[in-house]
Structure formats: structure tokens, C-alpha cells
């Protein structure tokens, strides 16, 4: 089965760099999702989209963006990196459920973002 | 979220059922219970989830105390595969964010 997709998958760069990072949703799939994980932690939420609109947000800094597209898929955009911006980076899709179902998030392999 | 709560960390052997607890007293009525696993730096794979009554797939089986207070995540038969960072977490299922704890570091041994 066709899984999500996040490229690329190693990623490093200078401080003071830009970063953007893609994410193809397994097909159908309308939500969208970002998570940080950085070294010896768990993962933390960064922010969702749905539909193409954001539909929540958690402890993203200032510097970083996204978007969702028409096709569905979503960019993470990173200006001013910092070193501690070095960190996996997880994307995560999933579809609306039913009335009496749950949304279930399937996450992508990762980018690993070094930040020299 | 409701927080949960699970040990940190679990030996089992190979061949040998895997048992991980969670608890998840604070949990709401519209809260499923979901597990997730990590294998070191991997993405977080999904295992299973319910809401109040105990499931099964072909990975394994939750099972969800009648008061949905705490959970137990059955892996059958354990296999060095099955060695990562477990996480059970209560998510609402509404395009919402997963909320990750420290999880339960699985060690499957010899």
C-alpha cells in the first residue's frame, strides 16, 4: 500500500539558511500533519491542515511556515535555521472519517535536518 | 487530551507475550485510544486503536478496562522486530494533534 511520502530525506544546512521540506499524503488522504522530534525526545505536534486550511497548531516558532496545496500536498517552510532546529521531521496524513469512525494518522519516513 | 501514563520501559523475551499498560484515567468519552511505536528514528507506526471495546488486529490486541481507564497493548508472540518506544496516547480523532509521552521502551531479548 502506497505510504506518505517526505523528501527529501537528509537535509543539511548552514545557520541563518532557509529550509523547505515536502510531504505527499497517502492518496486521498485531506489532513496533513507536522511533528518535530529532536534528538532523544518524542515527537511534538507543529501544525495540521485540512482541506488546505490550517486546522490546529501547536509549539510552531514564527520562523517556520506550511501550507497545503491543491494536490494535497504540504511544504514546511524553515528561515532563520538555528542549530537547535536540528531534528527529525515527520509528516503525517489522514482522511475523514465516517460518522462513527476516527481519523487515523499515518506518518512518513522523515527528514533528518542538520543545522551546522 | 486526557494524559496517559505508562511505564518506562519493559523487557520480554522472544516468543513470549509482550503485555504494555497504560493508564488513562483523565479519559474522555469522544477520547479513542490509540498505540503507536517508534523503531529507533523510524516514523511512528500505527498498531491499533479503540474506543471501549477490546480489539484485534493482525499486529495485536487491545484490550480497555470497562471504566476505559487503562488499556493493555498485547503483542503475541514477540520477536526482535518488535524491539521500540510504544506510545499510547488519547486522541479525539478530529484532525487533531497526537500528543506524544515518553512512552514504554520495549526490549525483546533472546
Known amino acids: 500500500a502506497a505510504g506518505v511520502i517526505q523528501s527529501p530525506r537528509h537535509l543539511i544546512k548552514e545557520k541563518r539558511e532557509t529550509a523547505t521540506l515536502k510531504c505527499y499524503p497517502i492518496?486521498?488522504?485531506?489532513?496533513v500533519y507536522w511533528y518535530q522530534q529532536g534528538p532523544g525526545q518524542d515527537p511534538q505536534f507543529l501544525i495540521s491542515?485540512?482541506?488546505?486550511?490550517?486546522?490546529d497548531k501547536g509549539s510552531i516558532p514564527d520562523r517556520f511556515s506550511a501550507q497545503q496545496f491543491s494536490d494535497y500536498h504540504s511544504e514546511l517552510n524553515m528561515s532563520s535555521l538555528e542549530l537547535g532546529d536540528s531534528a527529525l521531521y515527520f509528516c503525517?496524513?489522514?482522511?475523514?472519517?465516517?460518522?462513527?469512525?476516527?481519523?487515523?494518522?499515518?506518518f512518513g519516513p522523515g527528514t533528518r535536518l542538520t543545522v551546522l | 487530551d486526557a494524559k496517559t501514563t505508562q511505564p518506562t520501559s519493559m523487557d520480554c523475551a522472544e516468543g513470549r507475550a509482550a503485555n504494555l499498560p497504560c493508564n488513562h484515567s483523565?479519559?474522555?468519552?469522544?477520547?479513542?485510544v490509540y498505540w503507536y511505536r517508534q523503531i529507533h528514528s523510524q516514523g511512528p507506526q500505527y498498531i491499533i486503536h479503540?474506543?471501549?471495546n477490546n480489539e484485534t488486529n493482525e499486529m495485536a490486541s487491545l484490550i480497555i478496562t470497562e471504566d476505559r481507564k487503562s488499556s493493555t497493548l498485547i503483542l503475541p508472540h514477540a520477536t526482535l522486530r518488535d524491539t521500540a518506544v510504544y506510545y499510547c496516547?488519547?486522541?479525539?480523532?478530529?484532525?487533531?494533534?497526537?500528543?506524544f509521552g515518553t512512552g514504554t521502551r520495549l526490549q525483546v531479548t533472546l
Open positions: 496516547i488519547a486522541y479525539t480523532g478530529t484532525a487533531s494533534k497526537l500528543t
Open positions: 491542515f485540512y482541506e488546505k486550511m490550517q486546522s
Open positions: 479503540g474506543l471501549k
Open positions: 492518496p486521498r488522504h485531506d489532513t
Open positions: 483523565t479519559i474522555s468519552g469522544n477520547e479513542y
Open positions: 503525517a496524513s489522514s482522511t475523514t472519517p465516517g460518522r462513527s469512525s476516527t481519523d487515523t494518522q499515518y
